[in-house]
C-alpha cells in the first residue's frame, strides 16, 4: 500500500473551516484515498474516500488533485466536536491488499 | 442497530493467564478486523476475516489467536498474557468491496 504523509498537528478556530493535506505520492491507479478521525479514547470513525472525484457527505468534503499525489479534507464549519485525530489512508478496495495501514494521522485542535 | 460491540470494555491479567475478547456486529458485514494500538503508534491489524469460518494473519499476530464461528462475531483470544500485550484493542467490520471500517469502543487490557 502506499504510504501517506500527514502533518503531527493543526490548529484551528472553531466556526472555521479546517483544511487537512495529506500527501500520497506513490498511490497506484486502484488505490482509493480514505479519511478517519479518532475522538479521544474513542474507536475510529469513517469520514469519507474517494478514487479521483471530489466528494462531499454530510461530514466533510474531499479535494483530491488531479495528479492524485496528494489531497485535502475540507471540515467545512469546524466545531469543538471535531477536534480528534485525522488519519489519511490510502488502499484498494478489494484483494488481499485491501487492509488499512495507520499511521500516526493529524491531531486537529478547534480552539474556541 | 447496535453496530460494533465489544465485551469487555477493561481488563487487568496477570502475566500467564488467558482471555478472550468478543466481537459482535448486527451489520451482516462479511469482514472483521482486530487491531492494537498503542502510545506513539497507529493502529496495528492483528487478524482479519474475510467471512464464517475464515481468518487470517494480520501485522503483529504473534501471541493471539482468533476464531470466526459465526458471521457476526469475531474472537481474539490470548494463551499466555505478556506485559507486551498491554493495549487497547479494537474491533472492527466492513462489507466486501469497501473499506468503509465501522469500530468498535474498545477493550483496554492491562497484563501485570
Known amino acids: 500500500d502506499a504510504k501517506t504523509t500527514q502533518p503531527t498537528s493543526m490548529d484551528c478556530a472553531e466556526g472555521r473551516a479546517a483544511n487537512l493535506p495529506c500527501n500520497h505520492s506513490?498511490?497506484?491507479?486502484?488505490?482509493?484515498v480514505y479519511w478517519y478521525r479518532q475522538i479521544h479514547s474513542q474507536g475510529p470513525q469513517y469520514i469519507i474516500h474517494g478514487l479521483k472525484n471530489n466528494e462531499t457527505n454530510e461530514m466533510a468534503s474531499l479535494i483530491i488533485t488531479e495528479d492524485r499525489k496528494s489531497s485535502t479534507l475540507i471540515l467545512p464549519h469546524a466545531t469543538l466536536r471535531d477536534t480528534a485525530v485525522y488519519y489519511c489512508?490510502?488502499?484498494?478496495?478489494?484483494?488481499?491488499?485491501?487492509?488499512?495501514?495507520w499511521g500516526l494521522g493529524t491531531s486537529l485542535a478547534v480552539n474556541p | 442497530n447496535a453496530g460494533v460491540t465489544q465485551t469487555p470494555k477493561f481488563r487487568v491479567l496477570k502475566t500467564g493467564q488467558s482471555m478472550t475478547l468478543l466481537c459482535a456486529q448486527d451489520?451482516?458485514?462479511?469482514?472483521m478486523y482486530w487491531y492494537r494500538q498503542d502510545p506513539g503508534m497507529g493502529l496495528r491489524l492483528i487478524h482479519y476475516s474475510v467471512g464464517e469460518g475464515t481468518t487470517a494473519k494480520g501485522e503483529v499476530p504473534d501471541g493471539y489467536n482468533v476464531s470466526r464461528l459465526k458471521k457476526q462475531n469475531f474472537l481474539l483470544g490470548l494463551e499466555s498474557a505478556a506485559p507486551s500485550q498491554t493495549s487497547v484493542y479494537f474491533c472492527?467490520?466492513?462489507?466486501?468491496?469497501?473499506?468503509?471500517?465501522?469500530f468498535g469502543p474498545g477493550t483496554r487490557l492491562t497484563v501485570l
Open positions: 472492527a467490520s466492513s462489507h466486501t468491496g469497501s473499506n468503509e471500517q465501522f
Open positions: 451489520m451482516n458485514h462479511e469482514y
Open positions: 506513490t498511490i497506484s491507479g486502484n488505490e482509493y
Open positions: 489512508i490510502v488502499t484498494f478496495n478489494a484483494g488481499n491488499n485491501r487492509k488499512l495501514i
